[in-house]
């Protein structure tokens, strides 16, 4: 008998920061994409304007990741991968993997010079303890996406995957996307995080906090005698606009910027 998830505890990444962290960003779910120029931009301002310490994405930063390989002939994953090097030269950039993006691999991130956070991952962060996830693990009663995501997710799958040639692996991801697509256009209705997970999970970490995306439903909710907080996702080449920071101070001040041009509250 497989143990339940709602009550296994978690393997945690940890994240301790640095005493001179003032301010660290968060955001996911940015889908970025050459045909979405808008979203990029906005993007590339935001990385290089940024006053925080630190930038955390929690996952699908990326529309679609096959494989590292692919940046070596797509020119507009090497305009991503620029805007990385250039920030993380100047503060410190962490990537979780979402369920777009789970093939990001240590080759692009160093290359980038950006850290790998593991999902979920325990932020320490003076007497803060913040849980951070990309969230779709915590989507239980989307069963048939989480079995999709155990076979995805294991080493075996993904080494078989990596194999194949890149064409090969584009046009599997995009029969994925189109079935994932005609689910959405079906009327599906999503999955949330679901609570007992969510607060077992906190309760393993000894975090009062969680903070995830992946369900495009920015709220901050309620969590036992803390909070669980979901990250918007981003798109400015389609209505409505989105594109919003979350920002955290040391001390626990937390914010949230909203990117879209309309609010003139741009960094
Ligand atoms: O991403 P989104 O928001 O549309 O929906 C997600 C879940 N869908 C996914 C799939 C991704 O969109 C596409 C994955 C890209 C990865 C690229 C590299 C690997 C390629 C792999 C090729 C096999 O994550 C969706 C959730 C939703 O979030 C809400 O949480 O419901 O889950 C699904 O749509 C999965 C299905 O429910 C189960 C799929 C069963 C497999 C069917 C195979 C169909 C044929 C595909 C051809 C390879
Ligand atoms: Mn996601």
Redesign the pocket.
Known sequence: MSADPRTTAPTLGRLTAPAAWQTVDLISDLHLQASEPATFEAWRHYMASTPADAVLILGDLFE???GDDATETDPFLQSCAQVLRHTAQRLHVAFMQG??DF?VGPRFLSDCGVHALSDPSLLHWGEQRILLSHG?AL?LD?S??QA?RQQ?RSADWQTE?LTKPLQE?MA??R???A???S??QSG?V??DADALMALNWCHAAGADRLVHG?THQPADHPLGSGQRHVLSDWSLDHAPARAQVFRMQRGGDFTRLDLTPTTHNIL
Request: proline content about 0%.
């Open positions: 679609v990741w096959v369920n777009r093939l779709d989507c989307d048939a996406y999709f995805v995957f692996r599997l991801a029969a994925m996307r079935q994932s697509e689910q959405k599906a999503y999955a992946h």
